[in-house]
């Protein structure tokens, strides 16, 4: 891919600045900010590329980033003792790692694409920075990240017992 | 410095008076004696000239008296101003004197001492109370001797002249001394409490100013403020007070010496008319009366400078009177060397305010021996590391190192056989290098060895840097290094030659993470200015700075058609940019990304809000040449705010045709083109070796242009030149150029570049990412296990299986001492502290 379709892809003068500005306002994360300081995400977002078979992410880092997959497929995969369970795939559209841009814990999981992928990736720093700028606005992320959860945990409840079995005993994680 | 010396908290003032300075007192005595005489001489011709020349109208008389009279008055400002020059020399050297001692003195003050005292308090100590103390020492021989020596001078020759007058006239002096040091005392009391808010006043900036983050975080700036407005207005009365009372010396002495003509002219005047005085000598009187007012009042001022020099210096100077806890260096024998065990008996550690840190501890390493210590943070590990490593004072028990009583080693023994990494390194401004070499050379410092003895090679250098994994780090700094001309000339030639193989070799495989120069494609990772020159500018007049006012270069922008697109460009970009950044603080983070530097932010939101109800056109002609600037720094890559449209790409692309024809023909020296068979001395070398850009390449992108360009400079042979240029890189403030993970690095490669014979490290790879902190333990395991002694303190316990031991710590006591296997079998706190 050259660069220059990279960086103008249409032939209307749309900037990057606006369609990062579109891509945050869809994510459940930033929706709820307002427009101010959704600018100075979607000013501060980048884009990167990934070749297929590379990891966007891996297990054990702490590389502190939260990815939307602009375009491609990726593989959420697990290690243990060696082998590497194979979860489920994200693809466009997808938003995965706000949390990687509240807290400081390594990955439990890795992110391999499985395509050529673009991201628009955040990282905590620039995150944390723009938050400093806004304290009053923390309220409202954490309340998306908790009713994200117990969304989560609502529908995996609805549509997954049955085929848990044993681990039934471990859920419960929006009671945190 | 071996002989027992006064520390200078301990010094009086007047030590420094003549310390290093007799000479010059000397010769300034020499000089006051001779000037005080030819003081004298004016008032004895003054005389002569009444009473002989104009009486007996001699002509020749005349001259001869004025010959002498202005003689003596050149004679004596030439005096004078050598005294000053010599006066101002002594005040200078005592100031830097004292400031060096007191430097020196506090750089050895026990850790403890630092937490309670603000940088600020040291700051001030040392920059502004000293300097009056400084005067009084400049001051303290030359200024009382002169003066006493001409009021005595001048005294002597009114009583000559007529004692009865002498004596009326010389009568208000007594007064005077009286009233003085009473005024003066409350100066002093004014001046001590000035000193210590003073001192307030500059720990409190630097606490603000440390902290700034918390209050930028809180938005704390009212609170902050009150606290240092009420400071400030507190320091603004006593300042008046001080003033006032300062002043009422002045005028005190000003009033009593004003009275004196009035009595001589009462006095001398019915003696005159009554025939008993001389008209000659009175004149004669009245000017050498006058002549009392400049000694005395210079006296009054040196009493004045004597009182609050020594107020500033006797505060200053308690205010760090406190011992160092260790002798720097011993003073009859060589440093220790000291063997590699470790005995730590019964070690307490318990702070002023009765909290024990540390509760009898024990333990004991054999030479080579690697030991973990684990806990909770507050168990006291970090505080047992310190404790061996002689940063805490133990107030109780014993750690032998070797054979030897830890608290009873200086300094120099330590450093000189223990390396200490600490939790929060930290990185001095200056290049990588001079931080690697610190702790080196700060050990071959005062050994008595040469300056090369015993500091480390280039090849050690290396080694450490792949030890540590800080290599690429320094590899890349020194590829995104931009040379001068006539800097490393056998290097660019290098570079040149290098990109036809780098582009032979690598040029496919990195083609997605560079965008090599081609005169006939648009640059998105170069400004437009660059797109448009498709050069490096060889003149200042055509740097890209200077490139929106340059005349020659505006006509060209009007030939190309390109002015009135650009000014538009600017426009938006000024205005998006203004929107988005408008209300952040000045921090890299969000600036890096922007067109519009923190600094000029506030320019161009003027230029911003005119836009909005004026056209380009009506705009005054400076705000269009910045808007014209920042069309001209325009990188589509990183500005994402706007986009360049599509016409304007082909507008440039053309004029990049034209300005070359032009230019070409009419200024050649003015570009070096983008060419292969160039240097670009406005590029970075690794720009160079592609002969393009990198691209914002993510991680990954970044690994791979790495190999390829290890592989590419190693086969070249280059890769030693380009890490030396690396070392070089000046870190910044406080290493702030570096990322945390790089300061760590480099903290824990000086240490291990120093090799010490026992090594501490307290969470010292906690900011590392796994690879680099797996690439370190296994080094220390591998390359350290029974050689040298290791004690760490483990921030993560996946880290800490191959240690000889480990001990568990808790509320300042050791849990549990033993292998790692034998305390998980134990199932004691180790293997709660895992967790399996």
Redesign the interface.
């Known amino acids: 891919?050259s660069?220059?379709e990279n960086?103008?892809s249409s032939?209307t003068?749309?900037?990057?600045?606006e369609d990062?500005l579109n891509v945050l306002r869809q994510t459940y994360f930033f929706s709820g900010l307002p427009l101010?300081t959704l600018?100075?995400f979607a000013?501060?977002c980048?884009?990167?590329?990934?070749?297929d078979g590379?990891?966007i992410f891996q297990q054990?880092?702490?590389d502190g980033q939260a990815f939307y997959v602009l375009q491609g497929k990726a593989r959420l995969e697990r290690r243990d003792n060696g082998e590497t369970a194979e979860l489920r795939e994200c693809k466009s559209g997808d938003f995965i790692g706000s949390l990687a841009l509240l807290g400081d814990r390594?990955r439990l999981f890795s992110l391999k694409a499985l395509t050529d992928t673009t991201c628009l990736?955040l990282n905590r720093?620039?995150f944390t920075?723009?938050m400093?700028?806004f304290?009053a606005l923390f309220p409202k992320l954490i309340k998306a990240v908790v009713q994200r959860i117990d969304t989560w945990e609502e529908r995996f409840l609805m549509h997954r017992p049955d085929q848990c079995g044993e681990c039934m005993v471990n859920l419960g994680v929006s009671l945190l | 410095m071996a002989k027992a010396e006064t520390p200078i908290v301990k010094r009086s003032l007047f030590s420094w008076i003549f310390a290093g300075n007799v000479h010059l007192q000397v010769t300034l005595l020499l000089i006051i004696a001779v000037m005080v005489l030819a003081r004298v001489v004016p008032l004895e011709m003054q005389k002569r000239i009444v009473n002989e020349a104009i009486k007996l109208r001699n002509i020749n008389l005349l001259l001869v008296y004025c010959g002498i009279f202005l003689g003596s008055v050149v004679f004596f400002s030439a005096l004078k101003y050598a005294t000053t020059i010599i006066q101002t020399i002594i005040a200078q050297r005592a100031t830097a004197g004292m400031r060096k001692a007191l430097y020196h003195h506090i750089l050895t003050l026990p850790l403890n001492f630092f937490r309670k005292t603000q940088p600020g308090t040291v700051v001030n100590a040392l920059v502004t109370e000293l300097t009056i103390p400084g005067n009084f020492v400049g001051m303290s021989v030359a200024s009382p001797v002169t003066n006493i020596l001409t009021l005595l001078a001048f005294g002597g020759y009114l009583f000559w002249l007529n004692p009865l007058l002498a004596a009326v006239s010389l009568s208000i002096y007594p007064i005077v001394l009286f009233l003085v040091p009473i005024l003066q005392k409350g100066v002093n009391r004014a001046n001590k409490r000035r000193v210590d808010t003073a001192r307030t006043l500059s720990s409190r900036i630097a606490e603000s100013i440390t902290g700034i983050?918390e209050i930028?975080?809180?938005?704390a700036y009212r609170i902050e403020n009150r606290k240092y407005d009420t400071l400030v207005d507190r320091l603004l009365k006593i300042r008046i007070i001080w003033s006032l009372f300062r002043f009422g010396v002045k005028s005190v002495n000003n009033f009593f010496t004003g009275l004196g003509p009035f009595l001589v002219f009462i006095l001398g005047g019915y003696l005159t008319i009554k025939g008993r005085l001389e008209l000659g000598a009175l004149v004669a009187f009245l000017s050498a009366q006058e002549k009392l007012y400049d000694p005395w009042k210079e006296l009054i001022e040196f009493y004045q400078v004597y009182q609050d020099g020594k107020v500033n210096y006797t505060r200053t100077m308690q205010f760090f009177d406190v011992a160092p806890e260790h002798e720097i260096e011993p003073k009859d024998r060589e440093a220790f060397e000291l063997g590699g065990s470790l005995e730590v008996s019964d070690l307490s550690f318990v702070t002023d305010s009765g909290i024990h840190l540390l509760d009898g501890v024990n333990l004991s390493l054999k030479p080579g021996e690697h030991l973990a210590l684990v806990g909770f943070s507050g168990s006291g590990k970090s505080t047992l590391a310190l404790c061996i490593g002689q940063l805490y004072k133990y107030t109780g028990g014993s750690v032998l190192i070797g054979d030897k009583e830890v608290s009873g080693l200086t300094k120099k023994d330590i450093i000189n056989n223990l390396g200490i990494v600490s939790q929060n390194p930290f990185i001095f401004d200056g290049s990588i290098e001079e931080n690697l070499l610190y702790s080196c050379k700060a050990k071959v410092d005062g050994n008595g060895q040469k300056k090369n003895d015993g500091m480390p090679t280039l090849d050690d250098i290396i080694a450490v840097l792949h030890q540590t994994g800080i290599f690429v780090d320094v590899l890349r700094f020194g590829l995104n290094a931009v040379l001068e001309h006539g800097q490393n000339e056998e290097l660019v030639d290098m570079i040149v030659r290098v990109r036809k193989n780098f582009q032979r070799d690598f040029g496919g495989k990195l083609a997605?993470y560079v965008?090599f120069f081609d005169e006939n494609?648009?640059l998105?990772?170069s400004s437009v200015a660059e797109n448009l020159t498709f050069g490096a500018p060889n003149k200042s007049e055509f740097s890209e700075e200077n490139l929106s006012k340059n005349a020659y270069f505006l006509k060209f922008l009007d030939t190309a058609d390109l002015t009135r697109p650009l000014l538009s460009l600017g426009a938006n970009l000024g205005r998006?940019t203004v929107?988005?950044?408008g209300?952040?603080?000045p921090?890299t983070?969000?600036f890096e990304?922007s067109p519009i530097a923190a600094d000029e932010l506030d320019d161009y939101k003027t230029i911003a809000d005119q836009l909005k109800n004026k056209k380009l056109h009506e705009l005054a002609e400076d705000d269009r040449h910045r808007l014209l600037e920042l069309a001209l720094r325009f990188t589509?890559?990183i500005h994402?705010?706007?986009?360049?449209?599509?016409f304007l790409?082909t507008l440039i692309l053309e004029g990049r045709a034209l300005f070359r024809e032009q230019i070409s023909a009419e200024d050649p020296d003015a570009f070096t083109f983008y060419q292969m068979t160039e240097y670009i001395y406005s590029e970075s070398i690794l720009n160079n070796i592609f002969f393009g850009h990198t691209?914002?390449?993510?991680p990954?992108?970044e690994e791979r242009i790495n190999q390829s360009i290890i592989a590419l400079l190693i086969g070249e042979d280059l890769l030693e030149a380009i890490i030396e240029i690396g070392l070089h890189y000046e870190v910044g403030n406080k290493g702030d150029r570096l990322s945390g993970g790089q300061q760590q690095k480099l903290a824990v490669a000086r240490i291990f570049l120093k090799a010490p014979r026992i090594l501490i490290m307290d969470e010292a790879t906690s900011a590392l990412?796994?690879k680099s902190q797996t690439r370190i333990q296994n080094l220390i395991e591998t390359r350290w296990k029974k050689k040298k002694t290791v004690i760490s303190v483990a921030h993560r316990l996946d880290t800490i299986k191959n240690y000889d031991k480990v001990a568990v710590m808790k509320a300042g006591r050791i849990l549990e001492l033993g292998a790692y296997e034998e305390l998980m079998a134990r199932k004691g706190a180790l293997y709660e502290l895992v967790g399996k």
């Open positions: 891919m660069l220059s960086s103008n032939s003068t749309k900037s990057e600045f990062n101010e600018k100075i000013y501060l980048t884009r990167e590329k990934f070749k590379e990891y054990n880092e702490d390594p990736v720093e620039k920075k723009t400093e700028q304290p | 983050h930028h975080g809180n938005g997605d965008e494609k648009y998105y990772y998006q929107d988005i950044l209300n952040l603080p921090e983070i969000f990304q589509p890559s994402k705010m706007v986009a360049l449209p599509d790409e691209t914002s390449a993510g990954q992108g990412d796994n």
